[in-house]
């Protein structure tokens, strides 16, 4: 071996270790988070109620054993001061045998339709003390509770005890429309003494499917009451399509197979096929239409404009159901539509979606959508069925929104929500619609066990193209100015999980919590880049571009990762400048630099197993004012080797406005 290259190795490995001992340093443990947590809540507590906790008024409810935090007690009585309205409370926990704590569960706020699946309140329910005695009043207690000691009472009989919570959750007017009578403390309020007593809250009960089959019951008995009228259809089914009769003729033969003997309408809104394509979907009209299953075309040719297409033919419907459905999803499950209308048809639902897949697997494209603070993000999309769900549920669970990919409401509720808004041509358009039915009291639901198989995007490509992405990204905008107090916040997933980049995998937040947002408040100077080359190798991606703040990973492909400092580069974009030009991203004016300072990504580490050291790769800044001329500015990362002193750059598709 020659010197040069023992030196190289030697230095490689020193760079090794550095990576090796900063990422250590990064990697936060649970018990470690919840020491930090725990001082912090307390701190919260004694703010709001300084000193000993006195009577609260609440009775505290126990399905398993172990013991309560320190602090429970008074989390509780603070959170009741606080919402005079919620009548029931669940909070978070973890186990503590004899070791340290572990295993947390992180729970959404109320969701209904996971209450109908699992008893996912967990180990302790606090009730206000006047509500609980008017359930025993109501419904019984018989020799469900053992009291342990004053106002605190052990569930003896488990499912027994889960079956009677659910009727005390309809008694404080859990299932209504807008109810906010159910609270939960995102805490770990108790430890259990095993995982085996954590996981019984996850398991569907006998009464939970009897309470499931009592809806769809009810709802076949509603159509039955109203009789064979095919003249008004139960539901229309509206389908944006162009130019793919045969994909449409697949996705339409599906819908007629799994929707048998419900009255169905399809209007199928085409905004501009060929002559030759119209012909052939007419085809395919013609060959699917009979007495329960009618069939028209709404032709009108324009730009791919979703929302207006879907109210298009939303306008046309007669039924009392709409179901939006894309012209490249595959219906699978037999009565899947007749089980959205069943659940669409209860007072307190909006929008109804579906689990969906990527065509010939289980791997997921859709199982609802999360609201972060970079987003509206489908979670676990590519991810498995069944794979690392942590608080998701493979029943149906509540989000705040679904897509519209495959999604049913019933019409009069569509239209007090204003519909599809037309200010969002392609983008955002369902996640709109979802918050208006949230904000007017309705909740959301996805249907995790039944699913379709969805081409995604077939009809109109994807958005990595600049201009398409620009658009998304002012569609997203315009989002959140229609429903400011939407933006970051979401009820159903937990603020202890994480939140940040695009990270599919729904993952504890304390995994990253040794990352520091870099806060940068010093002047920055202009950089050159004659002694840099451009190159694909690296990988620069901008997940999120937020008040100054800039979120994403450079990651250099096919190398060591660690042996590579790395900067951010801001590019003042002039009306002149070209982006496929070279001469424009050397210099010698308007690139700024910024030393990056690494954060922990686990998500980069398990999804590029074949790259080397990139777990470090993540960047997180946070720019004070007036470091930047006014203007727009193109971001980029440019990587020097500390070994060979070789320098890299490239540029993301993305831009940051400085005011």
């Known amino acids: 071996m020659g010197v040069k290259r023992l030196v190289k190795q030697v230095l490689s490995q020193k760079e090794n270790l550095r990576y090796k001992i900063f990422l250590a340093k990064s990697k936060v443990g649970y018990s470690l988070w919840l020491e930090r947590q725990e001082r912090v809540w307390q701190e919260e507590n004694e703010q709001i109620m300084p ?166 019951d009810a709802f076949r008995k509603s159509i039955r009451a109203r009789g064979r009228d095919t003249a008004i259809p139960l539901v229309t089914v509206v389908v944006p399509s162009k130019d793919h009769p045969e994909m449409l003729g697949k996705c339409l033969r599906s819908l007629k197979a799994v929707a048998e003997g419900l009255a169905l309408e399809v209007i199928v809104v085409d905004n501009g096929s060929t002559e030759e394509n119209r012909e052939e979907a007419g085809k395919v009209l013609d060959g699917l239409r009979e007495e329960t299953f009618q069939v028209s075309c709404l032709y009108r040719p324009m730009v791919f404009h979703f929302s207006r297409m879907c109210n298009l033919g939303a306008e046309a419907a007669r039924g009392r159901f709409l179901l939006f459905l894309n012209d490249d999803v595959e219906l699978a499950v037999q009565g899947c539509v007749e089980q959205m209308a069943a659940l669409a048809a209860r007072p307190y639902t909006g929008a109804v979606g579906m689990k969906l897949y990527y065509p010939g697997s289980e791997k997921i494209q859709h199982a609802g959508i999360t609201n972060l603070p970079m987003g509206p993000v489908h979670k676990l999309q590519f991810m498995g069925n069944g794979e690392a769900y942590g608080d998701a549920y493979q029943g149906n669970a509540n989000y705040l929104a679904v897509t519209a990919a495959c999604l049913m409401a019933e019409r009069e509720k569509f239209r007090e929500a204003g519909g599809f808004a037309e200010e969002l041509q392609v983008a955002f358009n369902d996640v709109d619609l979802c918050f208006a039915l949230y904000e007017a009291g309705y909740r959301n639901v996805c249907m995790n066990g039944c699913y379709a198989y969805h081409h995604e995007s077939l009809s109109r490509g994807d958005d990595e193209t600049v201009e398409k992405l620009e658009r998304l990204l002012e569609e997203r905008e ?182």
């Open 51 to 216: 000193g000993k906790a006195e009577d609260g008024g609440f009775v505290f409810l126990c399905a398993s054993k172990g013991i309560l935090t320190s602090y429970a007690r008074k989390s509780i009585l603070c959170y009741f001061k606080a919402h005079p309205e919620v009548q029931i409370l669940y909070g978070d926990e973890d186990v503590r045998g004899t070791g340290k704590a572990c295993c947390p569960v992180f729970r959404p706020g109320w969701s209904p339709d996971v209450l109908d699946g699992c008893f996912y309140l967990g180990s302790i329910v606090a009730m206000r003390k006047e509500f609980f005695d008017k359930a025993i009043e109501e419904t019984g207690q018989g020799p469900l509770l053992q009291t342990m000691k004053a106002n605190d009472f052990m569930a003896v009989d488990f499912p027994a005890y889960a079956r009677w919570m659910n009727r005390c959750v309809e008694l404080a007017g859990g299932y209504e429309r807008g109810s906010r009578s159910i609270g939960h403390v995102a805490r770990i309020l108790f430890h259990c003494q095993s995982r085996e007593e954590l996981l019984k809250f996850g398991e569907e009960l006998p009464f939970h499917r009897e309470h499931r089959n009592e809806c769809y």
């Open 478 to 659: 315009k989002l959140y100015e229609r429903h400011p107090d939407m933006e970051g916040e979401d009820p159903y997933y937990s603020v202890h999980l994480s939140r940040e980049g695009l990270d599919t995998k729904i993952r504890p937040a304390y995994e990253t919590a040794g990352n520091v947002v870099q806060e940068y408040d010093k002047f920055l100077a202009e950089k050159t880049l004659y002694d840099y080359r451009r190159d694909q190798c690296v990988m620069v991606r901008v997940e999120a571009v937020r008040r100054g703040e800039i979120f994403g990973w450079v990651v250099v492909l096919g190398d060591n990762n660690a042996c590579y400092a790395k900067e951010l580069m801001l590019k003042r974009v002039t009306e002149s400048f070209s982006p496929d030009a070279d001469e424009w991203f050397r210099g010698p004016n308007g690139i700024f630099a910024i030393p990056l300072r690494p954060q922990y990504r686990p998500d980069l580490e398990e999804n590029m197993p074949d790259q080397s050291h990139v777990a470090l790769s993540g960047f997180h800044v946070r720019l004070k004012a007036n470091l930047l001329p006014p203007g727009r500015y193109r971001i980029g990362a440019a990587v020097k080797h500390r070994i060979t002193g070789a320098g890299l750059m490239n540029w993301s598709n993305r831009f940051i406005e400085i005011l």
